[in-house]
């Protein structure tokens, strides 16, 4: 009897503990997690989020401490364990990244900072390229058209079941620095996604749902909690997007949250972050050489990581 009090003891704390304002227990549900630590998370920089349907392939970037190089890895599951992750074919030369998995897997879009033309093309501008799979292999990159790629930069692709296209680009005209941009397809008019997902302040990196029905994107607008929050806005019955919504303090900190990016299931929102540092400052103890080398070389030493949490947790999704 005894036990069976304590167990019950033991699950009113835990709830207890999810649902307090300021969260002090740190686990799966009520906190992000580290997604795959020292598989995919190391003490590199590593960034994005794109997974297979079965989940158990998984695309994502790896870049040196000032983003300078980037390279996309991938990492597949085997039958009881992860396996070692591999830049993959396409990549490893140029500075590529943002992976993005389209539903039917047999494309994969990316940005790059490749040449478009190789012998004449000198503006180390990025632009979106894909690559096509044929007989489970990796074909040759293929740049998308000057309707969507200009002389600026753009980033983080994201398409629908359907195939629209939404990205970020520093092209001019827009209404802040860096604006999201869509198209119907890769061939058709690129629009700017217009106010009020854009604002006066930069946004990037949209990940939008698979019927876009919601759209999810940094911005470094007013409001926030640090130097890059995490938003979504939701499509209205008009068709017209609602005010963003900041995905609040389980997400965002006082440090850059981006990449943002839905598991197939619907279960877990997966985002990148940067900026912060696994030193306590506050202490106000001397640390020794060896406190300061262990801790800059653990994961969280301030450089780029993945984590996850529960869609179910934010309190933005459970409204809808």
């Known amino acids: ?37 020292w598989i995919v998370n190391t003490p590199a920089f590593e960034m994005n989020a794109s997974f297979s349907k079965s ?44 992976p993005f998995l389209t539903y039917n897997e047999n494309r994969l879009y990316f ?84 106010k009020p997902v854009n604002s006066a302040y930069r946004e990037w ?23 890059g929050d995490l938003y979504v806005s939701f499509k209205g019955d008009n068709g017209e997007w609602g005010s963003p919504q900041n995905l609040g303090n389980k997400v965002n900190t006082t440090d850059y949250e981006y990449c943002p990016a839905i598991s197939r299931d619907m279960e877990y929102l997966y985002f990148s972050r940067f900026g912060g540092s696994s030193i306590d400052f506050n202490t106000g103890s001397k640390k020794s050489l060896m406190q300061l080398t262990n801790k800059f070389k653990s994961i969280e030493n301030g450089l780029g990581n993945i984590y996850r949490i529960k869609l179910k947790e934010l309190d933005v999704f459970i409204e809808k």
């Open 1 to 37: 009897m005894k036990k069976k009090y304590f167990v019950l003891l033991l699950v009113a704390v835990f709830l207890f503990a999810c649902t307090k304002e300021t969260l002090d227990l740190k686990t799966d549900d009520c906190l992000p997690e580290l997604y795959l630590p």
């Open 55 to 98: 989940g158990k392939e998984f695309y994502y970037s790896v870049a040196d401490p000032y983003q300078n190089y980037n390279a996309i890895v991938s990492v597949k599951q085997g039958r009881r364990i992860w396996r070692n992750p591999e830049v993959v074919s396409f990549s490893g030369v140029y500075s590529d990244f943002d």
């Open 111 to 194: 940005c790059s900072r490749r040449p478009l033309q190789e012998s004449t093309d000198k503006t180390n501008d990025a632009n979106i390229w894909f690559v096509q799979k044929d007989n489970d292999a990796w074909g040759k990159p293929q740049a998308l058209n000057i309707n969507i790629n200009s002389e600026f930069d753009e980033y983080y692709i994201s398409v629908s079941r359907n195939g629209s296209i939404y990205f970020s680009s520093t092209r001019s005209g827009g209404i802040g620095s860096w604006d999201i941009y869509f198209s119907q397809d890769q061939d058709s008019t690129v629009e700017n996604i217009g």
């Open 205 to 227: 990196d949209p990940f939008i749902a698979e019927d876009e029905s919601f759209i999810i994107f940094t911005s470094d607008r007013k409001g926030g909690y640090g130097g």
